[in-house]
């Protein structure tokens, strides 16, 4: 069965925290994706990578980085936490076919 | 840039009825065109896509989707709505590369007994 694993279901923050996000897929896709999923605004596209190292900025990057050093592992970087980053975010994989596969999600509250 | 329109929030039917989720989307070449659905709790599953071909696609769980051009809608339908249905349903379009995709804001399914 295909898996897409995020590392925390619930996270808990500080204001000026410095937050990683991590996501692993066992599929050998080469695309990843993180999404912000907000009430009312349904799901949108922070980064994506296409490769190893690659990185192409999403809709709304602003305030968040990513790291992609191994093929299986993609992470999500807010710098500096603000509340407007308190959200839902997911973590999506596929290999060009549209079939995103979708872990189970990150709530992140930041105080 | 393409953007996709669902306009309805949240939807009650009653188990047994049939269900259709409207999705109309915007984009200048043919679409590649998708539903996901969310299980509360759960991460998003792909119900069904359209790349290109007939025009009436099947997808999983009962669903099925209706590609028109003219009205630049894909619609989603199921003919008869069970209970375990309830969840939100997201419609979604790619545009170049079939990956990134752009999607709606979602419609919430509430089934009733």
């Known amino acids: 069965d295909v898996k897409v694993t995020q590392s925390s279901r619930y996270l808990v923050k500080r204001t000026g925290e410095k937050v990683f996000l991590e996501c692993v897929q066992d599929?050998?896709?080469?695309?990843m994706f993180w999404y912000r999923q907000d009430p009312g605004l349904g799901l949108r596209l922070i980064y994506f990578?296409?490769?190893?190292?690659?990185?192409e900025k999403g809709d709304i990057p602003e305030g968040y980085s990513v790291s992609r050093e191994k093929k299986e592992r993609f992470s999500l970087i807010l710098e500096s936490a603000s509340t407007n980053q308190t959200s839902m975010y997911l973590c999506?994989?596929?290999?060009?076919?549209?079939?995103?596969?979708f872990g189970e999600g990150s709530r992140l509250t930041v105080l | 840039a393409q953007s996709v329109t669902q306009p309805d929030i949240h939807i009650t039917v009653s188990e047994g009825a049939s269900l259709e989720l409207r999705c109309n989307y915007s984009?200048?070449?043919?679409?590649?065109l998708f539903w996901y659905v969310q299980s509360p709790g759960q991460g998003l599953q792909l119900l069904l896509k359209?790349?290109?071909?007939?025009?009436l696609v099947q997808g999983i769980k009962g669903f099925e989707a209706e590609f028109k051009r003219s009205q630049s809608s894909f619609n989603l339908r199921k003919p008869s709505v069970h209970w375990s249905d309830a969840a939100e349903y997201f419609c979604?379009?790619?545009?170049?590369?079939?990956?990134?995709?752009?999607f709606g804001t979602g419609t919430r399914l509430q089934v009733t007994l």
């Open positions: 990578s296409y490769d190893v190292k690659m990185k």
């Open positions: 984009y200048g070449a043919t679409p590649y």
């Open positions: 359209y790349f290109s071909g007939d025009t």
């Open positions: 979604a379009v790619g545009a170049g590369t079939a990956s990134k995709l752009t």
């Open positions: 999506a994989s596929d290999t060009n076919t549209g079939e995103l596969f």
């Open positions: 599929m050998d896709h080469e695309n």
